[in-house]
């Protein structure tokens, strides 16, 4: 099954994802900081990111850039948690390399819809 | 699929009012010190989290009242409007707000009417304020009255053709239509001409569509924000039906904003703010507990596996020649589990700034509304309590804390014609002290007023009429139950609740309370707690064969000293120079008869500081730096002289914890 790396500096978010995701047999893995999640990825692969975007410390965009340019994770697909559809980092993130969103607050079944239908686009089409 | 979002609400609540504390820390400086980028970002973090999480839980007044707010946080973040001290004002407000909404849904109940105005006025107030440009819009989608079963006067009929691969983006229409019937009478009719015959049919596609109509009160806006999340994925037509017949007067929708008189409204919004900080004692029943102290748990609880895979190998292969193993494993486990315990009630120390902190809003609340002021000053608040003692604190110490800003601390006319500063200082003070935790609430106002004291003392009969009590007594009288010099009830005290409440909370922790008051200069109350689960920083000295511990908190700084800055003055001791400055010189080994160093050359100079005086003392060496759990002396052994406690070494061994106060004390006399 596959993995997914949660970033998120509130736990209560990190353990709603981390949870649901669970549930239905992913993998994951939490990071509560871009500077902790950095260093996971530096030992451990993920088949999807999740990252919130404004966090103390360095950002979600800027972890995007730093994922980037760590070989394995070049083309690991990245989703943002945006503010909402008209949030601005949503283009930022996209320009970086992001390849999704999910707008908080969101349900379970939101949540599991997108991050399905990306791995299903990133992996199997 | 569903999910028992209940699980997380622990975490979620525990979480945000910690995230609120912060918050609430950051504007008081923000109120203080001005805007600054990074404390804005920090504001703003907290209130998003909140919602974020909030929203996911489904607490939608949580969710929607922080969207407001990070709304107006927004603006102001990105510079378009300034902070003004009306705006750090409502701020606060707004927080108070979300801090109750959060607390009834943690107790699962509506948050009342009277608040739901509160948080309608403060919300407009403050987007007015934040943005004028965004402002209309925005008080309009948050003044509404809030969902509501009741049938309304308007009928919407709404169309509603989903796209058929709607379910795809996890958006179920059976709770967009659960959201519409709680805002008044709703009925929906599904059209089923789309479907295709089974051949055709894909399960996870949608082809139905509805003809929805609705009955309520709710303006348009809230309407269609139900379908907030589908819009994109829907073709909606919204119309909206002839009223049947008019409303009476009386009944019209209120008014989109009310305005208040701002006096009023200041008032509302303040009165309810001090009313509820009587209420503010939630304490979290998790604790934040710093990796640290995890990672020397989970170290000792390895320690206790090797031991029992000894224990293990000797019990199956044991014969008598293998004793002294046994006794040497015995010994291992003993140690390892008293540890054990150490680290477990470590876990529970939380520091004094736990109380401490929520006094700084108390103040500033109470100094908005009374007119004193007080510049309240804290210093030691690192020191570190079990939780149960700290819990405990927090009555006994608000009510002192109410008692000086509302009976001690003076008009600012008054005390400028007393010749005293009109900013009044309210100090809270903690420390460590021979053996137990002290706690100073000093003021400098007009201290205790004993003449009213006897008057009240002899109305109340608690002393005889013509009897001439002298100040002991008198201040023996304050702490008698409802006792209460104030001549009118205020918000903060003057119920006579206090100080017996605090001098009952304080024996039940084996601790007392005393007070000294000087006429027209203030009062220092002092309360004292037993030591016997604190936790402090020491620095281990040697001295002769001996070690002893020296609290962190009085030194001041070590010194290798040259041959001549000690000068020996005959009859009167020595003295140390310091950088020009000349200190009581003191020698340890003497002071404790240990033998050690005999002369400032082959030493180590501490240089200590305690009630307000300096003493340079000689040891041998510095050991280390550690935390130190403080076990009672007097309770396992009996008090001696010089020495504060003991601590037990990770080896087993004892090791005395110094009195530095009964150190300095011994030089003055």
């Known amino acids: 099954m596959a993995r997914i790396m949660i970033v998120d500096d509130v736990a209560t978010i990190r353990q709603i994802v981390s949870s649901v995701l669970k549930d239905v047999g992913y993998k994951v893995i939490e990071a509560a900081s871009a500077e902790e999640a950095l260093a996971l990825a530096e030992v451990k692969r993920s088949h999807l990111v999740v990252t919130d975007v404004n966090m103390p410390g360095k950002s979600g965009l ?58 299903v686009d990133h992996y199997v089409r | 699929m569903s999910v028992d979002l209940k699980r997380f609400h622990a975490t979620f609540f525990a979480e945000s009012y910690k995230g609120l504390d912060r918050m609430e820390a950051d504007l008081l400086r923000l109120e203080r010190d001005g805007a600054d980028e990074e404390l804005l970002n920090s504001i703003f973090r907290a209130v998003h989290s909140v919602k974020g999480s909030g929203g996911s839980l489904g607490f939608r007044e949580i969710a929607e009242f922080s969207h407001e707010l990070e709304s107006a946080l927004d603006e102001i973040r990105k510079g378009r409007s300034s902070v003004t001290p009306r705006t750090s004002e409502l701020l606060l407000s707004a927080l108070d707000c979300l801090r109750s909404l959060l607390r009834d849904a943690e107790r699962e109940r509506p948050p009342d009417e009277a608040r739901r105005t509160v948080m309608r006025d403060v919300l407009s107030e ?48 059976l709770r967009l239509f659960r959201a519409l019937a709680e805002l008044g009478e709703f009925e929906a009719k599904a059209d089923l001409d789309g479907l295709p015959d089974l051949k055709h049919f894909d399960p996870e596609c949608c082809y139905l569509t509805w003809t929805l109509e609705l009955r309520t009160d709710a303006p348009r806006e809230q309407v269609l924000d139900a379908f907030e999340w589908v819009k994109d994925e829907c073709k909606l037509d919204y119309a909206e039906l002839d009223a049947p017949a008019a409303p009476e007067a009386g009944s019209a929708p209120l008014p989109q904003r009310r ?42 609880v390895g320690e206790l596996v090797i031991n029992r895979t000894i224990l293990r190998d000797l019990a199956e292969n044991f014969s008598t020649s293998r004793l002294e193993q046994l006794t040497a494993a015995l010994a291992l486990l003993e140690r390892n589990t008293r540890d054990l315990q150490e680290s477990v009630m470590a876990v529970r120390m939380l520091p004094v700034s736990f109380v401490f902190g929520r006094f700084t ?33 927090v009555d006994p110490l608000t009510h002192l804390v109410r008692n000086a800003l509302d009976h001690g601390i003076e008009m600012p006319e008054v005390r400028r014609a007393a010749g005293k500063p009109e900013i009044a200082t309210l100090a809270l003070h903690a420390q460590h002290k021979g053996g137990s935790i002290e706690i100073l609430v000093r003021d400098d106002g007009q201290g205790l007023n004993f003449d009213k004291i006897r008057a009240r003392a002899i109305e109340r009969e608690l002393i005889a009429a013509d009897s001439e009590p002298d100040e002991a007594t008198l201040t023996e009288v304050i702490f008698a139950p409802s006792f209460s010099t104030s001549d009118s009830v205020s918000d903060l005290s003057g119920r006579g609740v206090g100080l017996d409440v605090v001098r009952r909370n304080l024996a039940s922790l084996g601790g007392n309370v005393e007070v000294v008051s000087r006429r027209g200069e203030g009062a220092t109350f002092v309360l004292r707690l037993p030591l016997t689960l604190a936790i402090l920083d020491g620095m281990s000295v040697g001295v002769g064969s001996e070690t002893y511990i020296i609290p962190l908190s009085f030194i001041l700084e070590c010194i290798q000293p040259e041959p001549g800055q000690a000068k020996s003055i005959s009859g009167r001791g020595a003295v140390f120079e310091v950088r020009g400055e000349y200190v009581p010189f003191i020698e340890l080994g003497r002071l404790l008869n240990t033998g050690g160093a005999a002369g400032v050359d082959s030493g180590i100079v501490v240089v200590l500081e305690a009630e307000g005086k300096k003493v340079a003392m000689l040891v041998d060496s510095l050991l280390s730096q550690d935390q130190v759990v403080i076990k009672s002396l007097e309770a396992n052994y009996r008090k001696v002289r010089y020495i504060a406690g003991a601590m037990i070494m990770g080896e087993g061994r004892v090791v005395l914890i110094l009195d530095v106060n009964a150190v300095v004390r011994s030089v003055r006399d």
């Open chain 1, 62 to 119: 800027d972890l995007i850039t730093a994922l980037r340019a760590i070989k394995t994770y070049d083309k690991t697909p990245i989703v943002i948690l945006a503010k909402d559809a008209n949030d601005e980092n949503i283009q930022k993130a996209q320009g970086l390399g992001a390849c999704g969103w999910i707008a908080k607050p969101f349900t379970p079944e939101s949540l599991l819809a997108t991050i399905n239908q990306i791995l």
């Open chain 2, 126 to 173: 403050l987007v007015d304020e934040a943005g004028p440009e965004t402002s209309r819009e925005a008080a309009e989608s948050t003044s509404h009255e809030p969902a509501r079963a009741a049938p309304g006067n308007r009928r919407i009929r709404i169309s509603f053709r989903p796209h058929p691969r709607i379910f795809y983006s996890g958006n179920d229409p």
């Open chain 2, 259 to 300: 305005k208040l008189d701002r006096r009023q409204q200041d008032r509302r919004v303040s009165g309810r703010r001090t009313a509820d900080l009587g209420t503010q004692e939630q304490f979290a029943t998790s604790i934040h507990v710093s990796t640290e102290k995890v990672d020397k748990l989970v170290n000792l």
């Open chain 2, 361 to 393: 809003r108390l103040v500033r609340d109470f100094c908005q509304s009374s007119g004193k002021r007080v510049d309240l000053q804290i210093s030691g608040e690192q020191s570190e309590l079990d939780k149960t003692v700290i819990e405990k604190l």
